[in-house]
């Protein structure tokens, strides 16, 4: 039994929420670290869950208008230049290549920090007519930014990956529709295939993307009460179309410029994933997204043996042709306890155990996890049975982090009460707020909260008359969290 | 009328080759060259005819036992040196990430033109016990080689798309089995899925993958009589496990050193594909890959128009219901003419006609893509029907080219009998060959064709005695092509 000690995480979540996600991530075989700072290697396990989620939101995407497309690695200088908010933006974060083979490039290019400065040209190509319009590309890709921070795997990386949407319009009504559209499946994303409620909202304005008109994003409240931006869903405006030339004749013959969005979401959906439902014992997946769906552990002794597993495969078969993706685990060499806490590290949603128990009665017995909730059903009927306990399984994922998201929104009105709230509590504190930057600043200083979002409605009167930080009068509701 | 002459592709295939595929590329909407040379962009039209060729071969991957997973962008260049030959085969064609943000890095990183040098120390730290073996993992990626070489879209880019597997194995056996099954599901892809006969080979000695014991691949007979190498397959011996100590305790308790192999197939195989099958008309897709199986063309005047389309949408709904990929062209502002030819141009296998005489006679007219072949059936059981006749546009594809496969293999005894046959018909010459490196130089120096492979069992007798060039003791057969 001496093995079994190694498999739980050592670290405590609630105590020491940094390391224990750490721990979680090798012992779970998500990701090791590379021998770079900064750089990750994602495991089979961490990216057979990126390729469930991809699925998923990758169908949606095509059902939507959407065609994948793939554009170079490289942006040369001279093109990242041409749209001056983008420079300023992502310049002190570009890894650059300046040679190739023995040879000095005579252009530096920037390895994609994001590809507006790539894509934006080729729309314009590929934009004559009205008839044109909307184009809508996508790409699943990795990006390069080049931050001197910590590294934790899938939150703080300097490769990341993720997909970017980039889409032309006619007017700005569609390229709205549009970042709504992506934003609402991202937030599809998160309520129904990840299992946690998320807010939406917008970027104040000195947050937004590097030339963008609007920003929104979704955020999801972590358990040690900082926000993480799970998906970000940008109106351009204009401003690309101007500068990389996205015109097209419309019906009345007049030359238009289009109006332009980009969306992406990133890897961080697993980092929010696995830090928002794991537990000491280890990872906690929903079924949605777990590869192994239900582990079947048989516990036999001498006599009992061929009977439990002749049970046991016949328990499997029956899940098998139903869809569900289960495992039987038989090895020899291992006991029950122990394949127990191995299932339990690796996040399978729900085990059926095995004996002369239930064999005798047609029974099986089901455990939850991560409450480990124990039932015994009758054999017959273990598709159905068990499809209705992963959904059950999922309900309960949902409801804890609703509890917790729901708990965790506080108002203030003063700079006091941000401060205190915040760091007494975590979470999100509302509050009147005069729409200025500066008003974000001693809030940032003193506890290294910021505005994570104002409601996305322009016209929705702030909750109270007065800036909880200035006094003068508020313009809108601002959202402080710490954040990811 | 005027723009149908604009769809078909004005260069011809038979007298310009390479115009001609240039021109393909770009009309049928499936990659336009980027900035900077040797770059292109995926449009949507050829993206997703790599998605689908991922399917097939992601699926045969992870049905025998291989695992996805992701590793950096970038490999540190001390990385890089630890195993001598990787070094000095790649170092020329390294494209070098040099600063980031404003500072200057303290080591160079490598843009992966291959990943074994930071993937196997991986499989290094993953490797304890023989229980650990074999270990599989894939990823799909682009990698970068700095070649200076004129951009032929999805045969010599700078930055290509392909995946690379790397495994490690107990012992030689498995290691050579596991190369055989990687190099077979490539051949299987070639003539199940891209209609396309391949022969399979060992790579000459001096043409081996830096580091490898073995290299084998397929190889694909271009319409210009130029081979491509459509995909290799590696035994990598132990010199990778050595230089990055993959090893295990075995069975016996003494450590031992592992065997890896590393197989990849890139973006080439669409090259290949496209150069195959297509005309002047434009595009030839075999339904396997075809986004759109099938066209409907309905043909109306003003009185007609709406039964021909009643009837069009029924053999829609009819052949969706089957699963066939069908879309109804019902644009208003295209009249047929046009209708065909662009569905030509874009690869369309079957395109079926609708008009007043169909609709009377309970009849359709389907028209075959490449050659034209036009057949009126019942409509009754058209998705059956529809079915069996993109089997045969599949065959018909396949024989196509395999007759242009088996009628380009040649013998020759002489030097001259080589340069004259290649130089005369192109396509492969066999002859008797002495091993030697030397013996190849006249061939590549007069008319650019070399050994492009040597039959994969080593104990095969050559077909001649002497060595054509030299005319010393003939060790085995070789293949002697011009290659793209």
Redesign the interface.
């Known amino acids: 039994m001496s093995g079994e000690q190694e498999l739980g995480i050592t670290e405590s979540k609630e105590h020491a929420t940094g390391e224990w996600y750490a721990e979680l991530v090798q012992k779970a075989g998500l990701a090791?670290y590379?021998?770079?700072g900064g750089?990750?290697?994602?495991?089979?396990r961490?990216?057979?869950i990126?390729?469930r989620l991809q699925n998923y939101l990758d169908g949606w995407f095509k059902q939507t208008g959407v065609?994948?497309?793939?554009?170079?690695?490289?942006i040369?200088e001279s093109?990242l230049e041409k749209e001056k908010d983008v420079v300023e933006g992502f310049?002190?974060?570009?890894?650059?290549?300046?040679?190739?083979?023995?040879d000095e490039l005579e252009e530096?290019?920037a390895?994609r920090p994001t590809s507006e400065s790539?894509i934006t040209?080729?729309l314009a190509?590929w934009t004559r007519s009205h008839r044109d319009l909307p184009i809508r590309?996508n790409q699943w890709?990795?990006v390069?930014r080049?931050e001197?921070t910590e590294t934790k795997p899938f939150f703080r990386t300097?490769?990341f990956?993720w997909q970017e949407g980039h889409t032309a319009h006619h007017d700005e009504e569609d390229a709205i529709e549009e970042m709504e559209t992506r934003l609402e499946q991202y937030k599809r994303l998160y309520e129904d295939v990840l299992a946690m409620p998320v807010l939406s909202g917008r970027k104040p304005e000195h947050d937004k993307f590097p030339g963008a008109h609007t920003t929104t994003s979704v955020e999801a409240l972590m358990p040690d009460g900082k926000s993480v931006q799970g998906g970000t869903s940008h109106y351009l405006g204009t401003s690309f179309a101007e500068a990389y030339d996205v015109t097209y004749v419309d019906e009345d013959e007049k030359e238009r410029t289009a109006h332009t969005t980009s969306w992406g979401l990133s890897w961080r959906a697993l980092g929010a994933l696995f830090m928002t439902h794991s537990d000491d014992q280890g990872l906690v997946l929903p079924p949605t997204l777990a590869e192994t769906q239900v582990a079947i552990v048989p516990i036999w002794d001498e006599d009992s043996k061929d009977d439990v597993l002749a049970y046991a495969e016949d328990v499997e078969a029956d899940l098998k042709e139903a869809g569900v993706r289960v495992e039987l685990d038989d090895r020899d060499h291992r006991n029950p306890g122990f394949k127990y806490n191995e299932h339990e590290l690796n996040g399978v949603p729900l085990r059926i155990e095995i004996g002369s128990y239930e064999v005798e009665d047609d029974e099986l017995t089901l455990v939850h996890r991560p409450d480990g909730e124990e039932v015994t059903v009758e054999r017959d009927g273990v598709a159905d049975t068990v499809s209705d306990h992963l959904d059950t399984i999922f309900a309960k994922l949902y409801a804890s982090a609703e509890e917790t998201l729901e708990g965790e929104i506080r108002e203030a009105e003063s700079r006091e009460g941000i401060l205190g709230t915040i760091g007494q509590h975590g979470g999100y504190v509302k509050c009147g707020w005069c729409g200025d930057e500066e008003c974000e600043e001693p809030i940032k200083d003193a506890i290294a909260a910021e505005i994570v979002m104002v409601p996305k409605d322009r016209d929705e009167e702030p909750i109270h008359d007065e800036c909880a930080i200035c006094g003068e009068e508020a313009e809108e509701t601002a959202y402080f969290a710490k954040t990811y």
Chains 1, 2 share one sequence.
């Open positions: 090791d590379a021998p770079m750089f990750i290697v994602t495991r089979p961490g990216y057979a990126w390729e065609q994948n497309a793939y554009f170079p690695l490289f040369p093109y310049d002190p974060e570009v890894a650059w290549v300046t040679q190739g083979g023995y530096r290019l390895v790539i040209p080729f190509q590309v890709c990795s390069v080049w001197a300097k490769e990956l």
